[in-house]
Structure formats: C-alpha cells, structure tokens
C-alpha cells in the first residue's frame, strides 16, 4: 500500500507549471529593481560554496567579507540579509545613548522606506533636510540643520547619512569631503547608504575605496544594481563591525548555511560590474526617447534611473501604466521612476517609447515640443501604487 507523504512539496520548476524562462522575459521587461533573477551561472558558481553556519563564522562569506574590506578600503565588513538592515545596524552600532539625533536628506531610504527603524532600534530623532540645491545636500546645508548645542532643549546630532546614488543621482565627491571634514571636527560619524555606489564607480571611475574614504561606514546592496538574489554588506572599523554583528544577533538577523547566498553576491561582484557603463547608456536612450516625444524630464538619467512627467504629452502615469501591462509582450512601469537594470532589454526601452508615441497619435498630439521648466528635485517620486525597493 502507498501512503502519501504530507510533508511532500511539488518541485518548482517547468514540471510544476512554471515557465522559469517566461519569468525572465517578465523581469526583462520591468522598469522596477530588485526584480532582477540569478542566471544559470551564477548558480553553477555558488553551488560550490561551503556549508557552515554563519553564526559560529562561515568560510565562503568569511571569504567574501576580507574581500570586500580590502575593495572598500575598511577594516571589517560583515554580510547581512537587507540594505535596511545594514543601514540600521550601522545606526544603532554609531549610537549609544539617547537622546540623539541623524541628519539626513529629506528623500533618503533611512527616512522614507525603513519603517522608522531610526526611532524605533535606536531612539534617535531624524533630522530631514531638503537640499538646497534640489540635487544633494551640502555642508551649508548641514551645518544649518545639524544640532551641535548641549542646550536639553535638542537631541544633539551624532550621525550625518548621506546616500549615494539618491533616486539615481550621484552625490559629488568633493562636497562628501568637505562634509566629512567638518563632521569630523565636531566628533559626528559619518554613514554612507551606497546601496547603488557600484553605479557610481562606474559611472565616475572613481574606486571605491576612494569614494568611501570619508566614511565611518558603509551600506552596500548586493541585489541593487549587481542583480544578486540577497544581501548586502556593512563596512567599517574591526570594533563597529564587531559591534554591528553582536547586533544583528539582537535584531535576528544571525544566518545560518549562507555560503550559496554568500556564493551568488560574489559572482555578481565578480561579473556584473562591468555589466552598467551599458545599463548607464541604456536609461540614457530612454532618457533621451522621452525628451524627444516632448516628456518632462524631472531627474535625468545620471546612471540607471530616469523620473519623467507624461502630462506634456497629454498622458497620465496610470493610463501608460494599464497600457503597458496590456502589450503582448507586458511591460511594468509605474509612476515617475523608470529604472534600467542589468536584465532590462533594449527592446523593452523601445517598445515603451513606441507606446508612448502610438498613445499620443491616439490623442491627435504627436509633435508636442518640451519646454523648460524648474524641477524641484526633492518632491518628484510619483508612483502608481506603493512600491519599496
């Protein structure tokens, strides 16, 4: 007699329905991030990893942790599952006792897609600042907004965060420095969020222990621009590193058998760096295809993002949206941020612009000419539903 087992699990793969390679053509088609699926290659490399458990240390991420110190320029580094939960192990290893506060640009992830995380693991007030210049903040800024006084009034200052890329944009190396000089003055640790600072390395040439020099620490993203599955990984001094792991501990964020995890993140280090002077280029083309039909530009495509306003082709984000996802061959884009990725297709860009053209013919406005405007940076994020990346 044959007894079925109940803790049995239909395989996942083209014999349970699933078309893995239609699930590509998806992702290739999506103006979102961190949608991007590991190659075939990535998982013949990181099968080979080893099998230990994080926790008690593991040898393929130990590997890739002494790695990616030396890459960045740091003592220590440690892998973490999140870019959230690098950026707030970075906080709370900076911040010892309230009251304090973080000083931070208004639009950066710690503020706006952490969900509150500063307040909530380590009692600290955030300080937002709208740059003054809508691109990125500068030391005017911060020495304006930063709280230095012992009056019991305030929350005195003890971090300045800054992100780089900030919706894309790249944040001027030599404003960093003057930043960081004066927060070093004042005995103010500086955190750096470079989820995507693998864009600005290669977009500016710049390495990265250069541009991560002026840091205390640093948040980098594995899955943001490299197209691994998870991880990110946190860097800075032997004893903030030390601090931050007893802490991911706390938050139970201890790993147990990464390696394979570990294994994908160092493939993409390994192989698809290279891969975005071409993305760079590609949400250029898009960028100009939008100017060209007459679309608003609202952030030019710095390195793999564009934010663009429809309405001067007499068209609306949800309307492109539902028409897109309509095409034959889907396309997902929502809202003001399209965002090129290493999976994205030439084709897609293409085809979205064609789209764009054959909507506006329906309307009668072909050959609409863009004027100039005034962006203001800070307030551009328009989205057709709620998405975090």
């Given at each position: 007699m044959t007894h079925n087992n109940p803790f049995e699990v239909a395989r996942i793969d083209v014999n349970a329905g699933i078309d893995i390679e239609a699930m590509r053509s998806v992702i290739s088609r999506s103006f979102t991030y961190t949608i991007t699926a590991p190659t075939d290659e990535m998982y013949a490399y990181a099968i080979h990893s080893s099998l230990g458990d994080d926790v008690y240390e593991e040898a393929s991420t130990k590997i890739l942790e002494a790695h990616m110190a030396t890459l960045f320029g740091k003592e220590a580094a440690i892998f973490v599952a999140s870019g959230t939960m690098s950026n707030q192990l970075a906080l709370r290893a900076h911040l010892f006792q309230p009251p304090h506060s973080i000083l931070c640009d208004v639009r950066s992830h710690i503020h706006c897609y952490e969900a509150g995380?500063?307040?909530?693991?380590?009692?600290?007030?955030?300080?937002?600042?709208?740059?003054?210049?809508?691109?990125?903040?500068?030391?005017?800024?911060?020495?304006?907004?930063?709280?230095?006084?012992?009056?019991?009034?305030?929350?005195?200052?003890?971090?300045?965060?800054?992100?780089?890329?900030?919706?894309?944009?790249?944040?001027?190396?030599?404003?960093?420095?003057?930043?960081?000089?004066?927060?070093?003055?004042?005995?103010?640790?500086?955190?750096?969020?470079?989820?995507?600072?693998?864009?600005?390395?290669?977009e500016t040439g710049i390495p990265?222990?250069?541009?991560?020099?002026?840091?205390?620490?640093?948040?980098?993203?594995?899955?943001?621009?490299?197209?691994?599955?998870?991880?990110?990984c946190l860097l800075g001094s032997k004893a903030l590193i030390a601090r931050a792991r007893g802490l991911r501990k706390l938050f139970g964020g201890g790993m147990r058998q990464i390696g394979f995890l570990a294994g994908c993140a160092a493939f993409a280090l390994s192989n698809h760096f290279k891969l975005l002077p071409d993305v760079h280029d590609l949400a250029r083309k898009l960028e100009q295809g939008l100017r060209n039909l007459g679309a608003q530009i609202l952030v030019p495509a710095e390195t793999c993002m564009v934010f663009y306003d429809p309405k001067p082709l007499g068209l609306d984000y949800l309307e492109i949206s539902e028409r897109a996802a309509a095409l034959p061959l889907p396309i997902k884009a929502g809202g003001s941020r399209l965002v090129v990725h290493i999976q994205t297709s030439t084709q897609t860009v293409d085809d979205f612009l064609d789209l764009l053209k054959t909507m506006m013919a329906e309307k009668g406005i072909l050959g609409v000419t863009n004027g100039h405007r005034e962006v203001d940076y800070t307030n551009i994020y328009v989205r057709v539903k709620k998405t975090e990346d």
């Open positions: 995380g500063a307040a909530y693991h380590s009692q600290a007030t955030v300080i937002p600042v709208i740059p003054s210049n809508s691109h990125h903040l500068t030391l005017d800024d911060v020495k304006k907004y930063i709280v230095t006084e012992t009056d019991i009034h305030f929350s005195t200052t003890k971090v300045v965060a800054l992100e780089n890329t900030l919706n894309g944009t790249i944040f001027p190396q030599d404003e960093i420095i003057k930043i960081a000089e004066y927060c070093k003055s004042i005995d103010v640790r500086m955190h750096l969020d470079g989820a995507r600072i693998w864009h600005v390395a290669a990265l222990d250069i541009l991560c020099s002026p840091f205390d620490s640093i948040s980098c993203c594995f899955s943001k621009g490299l197209g691994a599955p998870v991880g990110s």
